[in-house]
């Protein structure tokens, strides 16, 4: 059997390699369009053989990988990594044989000057003595990312973060956390997926004061001054306080009366007013206080002096001798004469041209001559307590001044109270 071999030496066909590159063309935008935000660049891209990626030039700088969807690239730009400004655009066309090709440049001017969200305001805060709740209404940002409520001591102060609310469908925020005793302001900010972000007005927040209540007139009840006032109805009540005031030195007022029932609306004072001014502070939950009209308590009349009884002259005694002389005043008054706190007279040295000099006082008393003066070796020289009589014995001797005084008598009541001065002038020889 003959088998015959055919050989063919010739050389195998040569395979083309490609090197003719894609077309590739920016749809959209428009060059010299305005964007923001998000900004998606649709690109047309053909190849013979077939593409591999479509990218995306700014400012010749490789940044994006387009995706393909059907005949068309698409490259999402986020312009809020870019300052406000204009760029230029490129696509890049890339084949299966990796040959490469640009489109024509477009340019696009980034502004994203108004892109933050909508400022939103506070609506409304509410609270008790237990928890505070802020509210506003819900954004109506498609790419809201959060709230947050921003709080400060003053409405130009520093900002500080109390909560961040991701749920865009949250409205309200509750904390246990506040103190409306002291001013704070509360806003709103609204945060956008591209951290872009918005603040609304401050909101003021501070409780009221309490309400005051109004002292009324004073009604006298057996001798005694019975307080009474409005009642206050505030749910945040805490305190009555009825101070006796001492309108020269309000650091010596004096508390009468202290209560945390606001149903508390009058007090009798036990014992006689010393003082014309009475006023009542009312406080809160909070620490805020409010006060009341200051009421000025009408004590009557004060003490008036009928008449005084001393010497127009008088003779000093010799040497190592003592002389008393009995002075005396007559004073009245419409509280009854318990009411009469002191009596008593200044002595005055009247001077050449007729002016008081050196002066001295004594006082002068209705005890019906107990031993009130007994360390000076002798009574008041009083007869009668209690009859209005105010009496005293003054000891002259050889070391009392010879001069002309003016011996001034006054009364006050415990109300302090003063009558009407009366003088006398009296010459010691």
């Not at 909508?118 to 805060?125: D, K, T, V």
Request: glycine share 4%.
């Amino acid at each position: 059997m003959l088998v015959f071999i055919s050989l063919d030496c010739s050389e195998p066909p040569k395979v083309e390699k490609d090197t003719t590159p894609p077309d590739i063309y920016i749809l959209a935008p428009a060059t010299g369009s305005v964007v923001s935000e998000l900004v998606i660049i649709t690109a047309y891209a053909e190849d013979n053989e077939g593409i591999d990626r479509v990218e995306l030039l700014i400012n010749d700088t490789l940044a994006y990988l387009g995706e393909r969807v059907d005949t068309l690239y698409a490259v999402e730009w986020n312009s809020t990594h870019y300052e406000n400004n204009e760029y230029q655009l490129q696509a890049v066309a890339t084949d299966l044989s990796d040959n490469s090709a640009l489109s024509l440049p477009i340019a696009l001017v980034v502004d994203n000057s108004n892109s933050a969200p909508q400022a939103q305001n506070i609506i409304n805060i509410t609270y008790n003595q237990t928890k505070m709740t802020i509210t506003w209404a819900p954004s109506a940002e498609a790419d809201l990312q959060a709230y947050e409520i921003l709080i400060s001591e003053s409405y130009n102060g520093q900002k500080t973060t109390i909560a961040t609310i991701s749920d865009s469908s949250v409205t309200s925020y509750t904390t246990t956390d506040f103190n409306p005793g002291v001013v704070h302001y509360y806003w709103l900010k609204v945060i956008d997926i591209y951290n872009y972000t918005s603040t609304g007005n401050g909101y003021r927040l501070i409780d009221a004061v309490p309400t005051p209540v109004t002292l009324n007139p004073t009604q006298e009840v057996n001798g005694l001054h019975k307080f009474s006032w409005t009642t206050n109805t505030d749910s945040d009540f805490v305190s009555y306080t009825l101070s006796m005031l001492r309108l020269e030195d309000t650091e010596q007022d004096t508390v009468l009366f202290f209560s945390t029932n606001s149903l508390d609306t009058s007090y009798t004072a036990p014992f006689m007013l010393t003082e014309k001014f009475y006023q009542i502070t009312v406080e809160d939950y909070w620490g805020l206080k409010s006060k009341s009209n200051i009421l000025e308590v009408d004590f009557g009349p004060p003490p008036v002096i009928l008449y005084t009884t001393a010497p127009d002259t008088i003779f000093r005694p010799g040497p190592g001798a003592d002389s008393l002389y009995l002075i005396t005043a007559q004073i009245t008054d419409e509280n009854g004469l318990e009411t009469i706190d002191i009596a008593g007279f200044t002595s005055y040295v009247v001077t050449a041209d007729s002016l008081w000099g050196d002066s001295t006082y004594f006082s002068l008393f209705d005890d019906g001559g107990l031993d009130t003066l007994i360390e000076a070796g002798h009574t008041s020289g009083d007869t009668l307590a209690g009859d209005g009589l105010f009496c005293n014995q003054i000891v002259i001797n050889s070391q009392t001044m010879a001069a002309v005084y003016d011996w001034v008598f006054t009364a006050r009541d415990i109300n302090l109270q003063s009558s009407d001065s009366v003088a006398v002038r009296v010459v010691i020889e």
